[in-house]
């Protein structure tokens, strides 16, 4: 199934792949094999598609599900459900819910919620609820209004100037660290996080963060550190620039 130019097509179940080179409009539920857009496509139902889904241009869709999604320009749906592999370089917007197997994003990916396997922004991240994942790094800017959950979270800060703001975090290993770069002596100005209710794991490791609350087996407080209170169950210790009100042995 081809549009070439402009053109409408209805809905339906198509074993085979949709190719839009142009600006397209999709009306009904649909389902394909893979759909493949080098301009525009508008999607106004349901979209189901048992290959790829690559955007190199504007889509726009209500509920998509698809095996994979690549995005170079902008992508917008309603909820996006991606069994595989997620590949963004450019902009990607979900309204409700995101969830993602594994996610590659080098642009701006937002969602209500979001739930990865696993996850790799370099980009920017934000979230309006809760955020889920196994593995979670970010090396850009990431806002998430609920609770980031994860096995392994690592956050990267450079000498970027912008500040992540997290409500909390809760996982098994946490690493909120500066890029090497920004320990060199040029970098006078670097990224930090604002974490506004607590940071609770196993493995703690944090620098440039700011949070009321850390709670942890064993919790490193690194450089650049405003904490509240640490309680701690085994192993402490701090960076002499960290500022710490109260420290607690539990």
């Known amino acids: 199934m081809k549009i070439t130019g402009s053109g409408t097509i209805?809905?339906?179940?198509?074993?085979?792949?949709?190719?839009?080179?142009?600006?397209?409009n999709i009306n009904g539920?649909?389902?394909?094999?893979?759909?493949?857009?080098?301009?525009?496509v508008i999607a106004n139902a349901g979209f189901e598609c048992t290959g790829e889904?690559?955007?190199?241009?504007?889509?726009?869709?209500?509920?998509?599900?698809?095996?994979?999604?690549?995005?170079?320009?902008?992508?917008?749906?309603?909820?996006?459900?991606?069994?595989?592999?997620?590949?963004?370089?450019?902009?990607?917007?979900?309204?409700?819910?995101?969830?993602?197997?594994?996610?590659n994003v080098s642009g701006s990916l937002s969602a209500n919620e979001a739930k990865f396997r696993n996850a790799k922004i370099s980009g920017r991240f934000d979230c309006e609820g809760d955020a889920e994942a196994e593995e979670f790094l970010i090396s850009g800017?990431?806002?998430i209004k609920g609770l980031l959950n994860a096995e392994n979270v690592d956050i990267k800060l450079g000498f970027r100037k912008f500040t992540n703001v997290i409500n909390s975090i809760g996982g098994t290993t946490i690493r909120i660290e500066l890029r090497e770069e920004a320990h060199r002596p040029f970098a006078k100005t670097v990224a930090k996080t604002i974490v506004?209710?607590?940071?609770?794991?196993?493995?703690?490791?944090?620098?440039?963060t700011e949070c009321?609350?850390?709670?942890?087996?064993?919790?490193?407080?690194?450089?650049?550190?405003?904490?509240?209170?640490?309680?701690?169950?085994?192993?402490?210790?701090r960076d002499g620039s960290a500022e710490i009100g109260f420290i607690e042995k539990i």
């Open 196 to 208: 506004k209710e607590s940071i609770e794991g196993d493995a703690i490791f944090l620098e440039n």
């Open 10 to 24: 209805s809905g339906a179940d198509y074993n085979e792949e949709i190719q839009i080179t142009g600006s397209g």
């Open 141 to 143: 800017p990431v806002f």
């Open 212 to 237: 009321p609350l850390v709670v942890g087996k064993n919790v490193i407080i690194g450089e650049g550190c405003k904490i509240g209170k640490v309680q701690y169950t085994n192993n402490f210790s």
């Open 53 to 103: 889904i690559h955007v190199s241009g504007s889509g726009m869709f209500a509920d998509v599900k698809a095996d994979s999604v690549q995005v170079s320009g902008s992508f917008t749906a309603d909820s996006l459900a991606v069994s595989g592999e997620l590949i963004s370089s450019g902009s990607c917007k979900i309204k409700e819910t995101l969830t993602v197997n594994e996610a």
């Open 29 to 40: 539920r649909t389902r394909c094999t893979g759909l493949r857009v080098s301009g525009s």
